[in-house]
Structure formats: structure tokens, C-alpha cells
């Protein structure tokens, strides 16, 4: 919108109100846009912190990777205390019997009393034996709360990402709309802008104006282009001498030597261009010099011009 209005500003030409001000005056060139823009500031981008997603991620991988049960008594460790402890009573146990076969032998030992004891320790192993399946119901159930712990936490894990996320788009639709009323802002500020700018270029270039501070600040023009500005309407006007020295030619400028008939020459192009740091300044001198040209006011045609500001890496 705003380059729309720019160009349509740019291609009016004079303004009305001016063209009986500028009457047989010869015209400034067309003005250019605004060398400066309004900038309303805009908050950075909102970032999306997407850690619950990650951790409902690696929740699912969890999940996902566990297998199916297996139970491996040997590996269970109330099944190993268990052992433990039906082996030391089975050993007591037998032992406890062979001494009382032993004692009815009259002390001597025999194969009864050690069939017997052997008896003993295998009904004590038997009851290790019966406890198995009770071990794998226990084990099954912790596999199975801890799978339902699992699927809770993803659960939560997701909730709490799908927030997140909420909070994200509406942060950012906040912000996309901020960024929407700061580009409006920026666009009306600066077609009011480049409308004061096309107005101060053709005030100058048509009564040779000096514009006071704020008047250039409120145009976005530099002082380095009203003054080129200027220093054209006074040499067309015939108040200022054409320049022919080696210092440049422009009031206010870098410092001009008068020089009777003599024409402008490309060093005076050079003179005046390689100290400006803005390329639309360097398009204003471009411009001036343009006319200067159409003028009959240059000593150098518009093609050494146009060689001269392509070549030059200013």
C-alpha cells in the first residue's frame, strides 16, 4: 500500500498548489521517495517450547518398547528370598530328622534316617515350589500398573503439550496481529511521509526554499538533498555560478569555486558523490546532475554519467 502511494505521489509530477508558485521556472526533477521510513516497533516472534511433546514422545517410545511379559523366576527377587529361605529350613528340617531316626538306632546313622531327612527337605522345597505361580500374579501385576502408569503420564504429558500449544497460537495470533496494525502504521506514516517529502522537493525546486530542521525531519529528506535541490533551482535560475573548480559545485555542499561560463565536469560529480553515504542522496546528485545535463549546464553526457555511477563503488 505504502509503495502504491508512493509511486502515485512520484508520478503526479508538480504539486497543484505549486504550479502557479514555480510559473516559468524551470522544473526540478521528479522526486524520489523518502530517504527515511517509519518504524513501529513490533515484539519478536512468539517461539513454540515444545519439551511436554518431547516428553509425551519419549513416553510413547516407553510404551511402545516394553514387550510382552515374561516371567523368569530365577530372576525375581522375592522368588530368590523365598529360595533362600525354604533352603535353610529344608536343611534344618532334615537334619532335625535324621537325629531322631538316629537317636531310635540307638545313635548310629542308616539308610532310614537319611531317607527320611531327605523326606523332610524336599516337603520344605515343595512349598518353595507351590509359591511360583503366587510370584507370577505379583509380577504380572507390577508389569501391568506400571504400563497403566506409563499410559498416564503420556496422557498428562499430552494434555499439558495440546496447552502449550493452545497458549502458542493464541500468542502468536496476538502477535501476527500487532505485526498486522504496526506495517498499517507504518504505511499511512509513511504516505504522509513521502506526501511532505514530494511536497518539499517541489517547493524547493521551484522557489529555491531552505527547509528548517523539522521540516526535513517530518519530509524524511537530508539536508545534503534539499540542498542539491536548491543549488539546482539557483544555477537554473542563473544565481549560482556553474561550477568548474575541483571542490564541486553545490551550496552547502562540499564547498564550490565559482567559475565564470565553465560547465560541470565528472570530477565535480566525484567531488560531490563520494562523500555521501545514503544511496538516495547519491540519487539526488545523480538527478541534479540529470538535469544539469538537459540543461546544457554539463560538460559530460548522459551515457559518461550513467558509465561513471556504475562503475564507481562509492
Do not use: C
Amino acid at each position: 500500500m505504502a509503495e502504491r502511494k508512493r509511486d502515485e505521489l512520484q508520478n503526479e509530477g508538480s504539486i497543484p498548489e505549486l504550479e502557479e508558485l514555480a510559473g516559468s521556472q524551470p522544473a526540478a526533477a521528479e522526486a524520489p521517495a523518502a530517504e527515511t521510513a517509519p518504524t513501529t516497533e513490533v515484539p519478536p516472534m512468539p517461539t513454540y517450547d515444545d519439551a511436554a511433546r518431547q516428553r509425551q514422545s519419549a513416553l510413547y517410545e516407553q510404551i511402545a518398547n516394553r514387550g510382552p511379559f515374561r516371567y523368569d523366576a530365577e530372576q525375581d527377587p522375592l522368588y530368590r528370598m523365598a529360595r533362600d529361605r525354604y533352603v535353610q529350613n529344608g536343611r534344618m528340617s532334615m537334619k532335625d530328622t535324621m537325629g531322631r531316626a538316629a537317636a531310635l538306632t540307638g545313635g548310629y546313622g542308616s539308610s532310614y534316617g537319611q531317607a527320611v531327612g531327605q523326606q523332610a527337605y524336599d516337603r520344605q522345597l515343595q512349598g518353595l515350589a507351590d509359591m511360583i505361580p503366587e510370584l507370577y500374579q505379583t509380577a504380572y501385576a507390577r508389569y501391568r500398573d506400571e504400563g497403566d502408569r506409563l499410559k498416564d503420564l503420556y496422557s498428562m504429558a499430552g494434555a499439558a503439550a495440546d496447552k502449550d500449544y493452545d497458549r502458542y497460537r493464541d500468542a502468536l495470533g496476538d502477535w501476527q496481529y500487532e505485526r498486522a496494525w504496526a506495517q498499517q502504521q507504518d504505511e499511512t506514516a509513511y504516505g504522509r511521509q513521502s506526501e511532505a517529502y514530494s511536497r518539499l522537493y517541489a517547493l524547493i525546486g521551484a522557489t529555491g526554499y531552505m527547509p528548517s530542521a523539522e521540516e526535513l525531519a517530518a519530509a524524511g529528506m537530508t539536508q545534503e538533498a534539499a540542498d542539491a535541490i536548491r543549488n539546482e533551482y539557483l544555477r537554473q535560475t542563473g544565481q549560482l555560478p556553474v561550477a568548474g573548480g575541483s571542490g564541486g559545485g553545490y551550496y552547502g555542499g562540499s564547498g564550490g569555486s565559482g567559475g565564470g561560463g565553465k560547465k560541470y565536469t565528472l570530477q565535480d560529480v566525484i567531488n560531490d558523490v563520494s562523500g555521501v553515504k545514503h544511496s538516495n542522496q547519491r540519487q539526488d546528485f545523480y538527478m541534479a546532475y540529470q538535469q544539469a545535463i538537459k540543461n546544457g549546464t554539463a560538460g559530460f553526457t548522459q551515457k559518461e554519467l550513467d558509465d561513471l555511477f556504475t562503475s564507481k563503488h562509492w
